[in-house]
């Protein structure tokens, strides 16, 4: 079993700025796109009791760290393999368009290719009732600024990484997330100079 320490960091945070937008006592099914080592969803899973976790990986060597994470918990299925920038109708066929009550995306889009971005709101916006929320989690830039000077750094670690990489613009993804029925409904300061970004399925 995974733990990473920013996981159990940004833990509540996170709870709280989604406990802002989503009810506790909310129904249906919610898709975790990029579980990582399951710690999310696990503590996702105990605040929302009434919604059915679906967690999804593109690495099939952190599924087992995600089942370790969940075991014990009757409403999250068995994890499943999703490269966020493939079909997602494909991936996932048992899952209908606008179907989901939540999708949650906690740190991707720095540290995966635009693509995968693109993927997301592409699928999200598929899969979305009306009126649903698409959360995501991490470090943006806003209007071509990214501040302070440690997000700056750590987008140019990133890029150094992986030319692919790096910290996106608020602006760029609002225009990724508009052809697919995405906008953007909040925007939450975190600790760590993070931000969580509410989306809403119109």
């Not at 710690?39 to 087992?64: F, G, I, K, M, N």
């Not at 089942?67 to 493939?86: E, I, K």
């Not at 995306?105 to 592409?122: D, E, S, T, Y």
């Not at 987008?155 to 953007?184: M, Q, S, T, Y």
Request: include cysteine; aromatic fraction near 4%; charge should be neutral.
């Amino acid at each position: 079993m995974l733990n990473y320490p920013a996981a159990q960091r940004n833990t509540a945070p996170i709870l709280e700025a989604l406990l802002q937008h989503v009810s506790r006592t909310a129904t249906g099914v919610a898709l975790e796109v990029s579980s990582g080592s399951g710690q999310h969803v696990a503590a996702l899973a105990r605040q929302y009791p009434s919604l059915q976790w679906q967690p999804t990986e593109l690495e099939s060597r952190l599924l087992d760290s995600i089942g370790q994470h969940t075991a014990g918990l009757p409403n999250v299925r068995p994890a499943r393999l999703l490269d966020a920038a493939g079909d997602w109708a494909t991936q996932l066929p048992d899952m209908e368009a606008h179907s989901l009550s939540l999708v949650v995306n906690i740190n991707m889009v720095h540290i995966a290719p635009w693509r995968c971005a693109l993927g997301l709101m592409a699928g999200a916006g598929r899969l979305l009732r009306s009126g649903a929320l698409l959360i995501t989690y991490g470090p943006y830039a806003k209007d071509g600024l990214l501040t302070p000077q440690s997000n700056v750094e750590f987008d140019a670690h990133l890029r150094a990484k992986n030319a692919e990489f790096g910290v996106r613009d608020i602006r760029e993804l609002e225009k990724a997330a508009a052809p697919h029925g995405l906008r953007l409904h909040a925007e939450i300061d975190m600790p760590a100079n993070n931000k969580t970004l509410v989306w809403k399925k119109d």
